[in-house]
C-alpha cells in the first residue's frame, strides 16, 4: 500500500543584478534592514534616501565574521516576531558577506520562508557573496555548516559604498575577483594583471565581468552538485586558516588568498599548473596586499580538519584544483602524500 505526493514543478528563482546607482524603490509591505553598526554610522542615511516601505524597521548585529552565529540569527528572529512580520514581509541584507549570508538564512526560516534583497556594501559582497543564493552561519565545527539556498528576489550593486571601503576590505574582494578569472575565464585574468582597479571605471567593468561569470555559474548548478563547487577555488584551504584563527586574523578573502597559493602549490605538484603561472597568480593577489602565506602549527590537525568540509565525505576530501589558468578540475582522488607535503611547505619547520 502506497500513497504518492506528485511534486513536480518548475519554480522561477530567476532575479535581476543592478549595477548603478542606487534607485528609489518603495516596498507595500513591512520592512527590515539588516545591518551592522559600522555600515549603519556610514552609509544608512544614504540608502533611506532611497528606500521607503509600509513600515520600516532597522535590525542591527554585530560586526565581524565570529559574529556570524546562531545569536546574531536569534537576534534578527526575534525582532521579525516582535514586530509580527508576515509571509509577505521582506528583508535587506545591507552589509558585507556577513550580513547577507545572515540575513538570507533568516528569511528562508522565518515562516518557512520570506522574501529578501540584497544590497551589498563591501566589493567581496558584490562580486560573489551577494551572488547566487548561499546563505548560512558558522559554527564551532567550522564555516556556513548551518544554511540553506535561498535566492534573494534582487540584489543592487551600487559602486558608491565602496568609496569609504578599507583597502584591506578592497583587497579581499579582490581575491574572489581573482578566484573567478582563474577558474573560469583565462582573459579576464590576463586583463586584471595590467587593470588598475582603483580606477572607478574600470572597476565597475570588472564587478560587472565578476558578476557575469558567477551568475552563469549559478544558473547552470543553483545548488552546488557539480559546476559551482569549482568557486570553491581556495576556499578548501582558506576555510581551515579561517577555523584555525578564529575568523579574527584573516579576511575571509585573505584566508582565500591564502588558501589559493595553497591549491596552485598542490596543481604544480600535480603537474596541472606549471610554476610559472602559480607565481603570476600570486603577484595578482600580492599587487592588491593580499596575504600570501601562513604558518600551519600542526599538519596532522590542519589536514583532518579538512573533513568538515561540506564538500568532503566520511574518507574522502574534495579539492578545487587549477589547471593552469582558465580552468579547474574538482577531485577527491588527491593523494594524501600529496597534500601533507603541501601543507609540510607552510608548516613551523619548513
Not at 526560516?109 to 552561519?137: C, E, H, N
Not at 558608491?160 to 579582490?174: D, I, M, N, Q, S
Not at 596552485?264 to 593577489?285: C, G, H, P, Q
Amino acid at each position: 500500500m502506497q500513497v504518492d505526493i506528485p511534486l513536480k514543478k518548475v519554480v522561477d528563482d530567476s532575479y535581476t543584478i543592478t549595477i548603478d546607482t542606487l534607485p528609489k524603490i518603495h516596498f507595500d509591505t513591512k520592512v527590515a534592514i539588516v545591518t551592522n553598526p559600522k555600515i549603519a554610522g556610514i552609509h544608512l542615511g544614504y540608502l533611506l534616501s532611497k528606500i521607503s516601505a509600509k513600515e520600516l524597521f532597522i535590525i542591527t548585529v554585530p560586526d565581524g565574521e565570529e559574529y556570524k552565529n546562531q545569536k546574531s540569527i536569534d537576534t534578527i528572529l526575534e525582532s521579525l516576531f516582535n514586530h509580527r512580520f508576515n509571509r509577505k514581509s521582506l528583508l535587506i541584507a545591507f552589509g558585507g558577506g556577513v550580513i547577507g549570508d545572515m540575513t538570507g538564512y533568516a528569511s528562508s526560516i522565518y515562516q518557512r520562508g520570506i522574501d529578501f534583497i540584497q544590497i551589498p556594501t563591501t566589493l567581496l559582497s558584490q562580486v560573489d557573496a551577494s551572488v547566487g543564493g548561499k546563505t548560512g552561519m558558522n559554527n564551532e565545527y567550522g564555516k556556513n555548516l548551518v544554511g540553506a539556498f535561498h535566492q534573494p528576489q534582487a540584489v543592487y550593486i551600487d559602486p558608491y559604498f565602496l568609496t569609504t571601503l578599507p583597502l584591506r576590505e578592497f583587497g579581499a574582494g579582490v581575491a574572489e575577483i581573482v578566484k573567478m578569472a582563474v577558474t573560469f575565464n583565462r582573459e579576464f585574468f590576463e586583463f586584471l594583471e595590467s587593470a588598475d582597479l582603483h580606477d572607478a571605471v574600470v572597476l565597475q567593468k570588472v564587478i560587472k565581468e565578476a558578476v557575469q561569470t558567477k551568475a552563469n555559474v549559478v544558473s547552470q548548478d543553483e545548488k552546488e552538485h557539480g559546476l559551482r563547487a569549482a568557486l570553491n577555488y581556495g576556499h578548501t584551504f582558506g576555510h581551515v586558516i579561517e577555523n584555525e584563527t578564529g575568523y579574527k586574523k584573516f579576511l575571509h578573502g585573505e584566508a582565500v588568498a591564502i588558501g589559493m597559493v595553497m591549491a596552485n602549490e598542490t596543481a604544480v605538484k600535480m603537474n596541472l599548473m606549471s610554476k610559472i603561472e602559480a607565481d603570476r597568480i600570486k603577484a595578482l593577489l600580492e599587487k592588491y596586499n593580499l596575504p600570501t602565506t601562513y604558518t600551519i602549527k600542526s599538519v596532522p590537525h590542519f589536514y583532518e580538519t579538512f573533513f568538515l568540509d561540506k564538500k568532503s565525505s566520511d574518507s574522502s576530501i574534495t579539492f578545487i584544483i587549477p589547471v593552469g589558468i582558465g580552468d579547474v578540475t574538482i577531485t577527491d582522488k588527491i593523494e594524501k602524500k600529496t597534500v601533507i607535503s603541501v601543507l609540510n611547505a607552510f608548516g613551523e619547520e619548513s
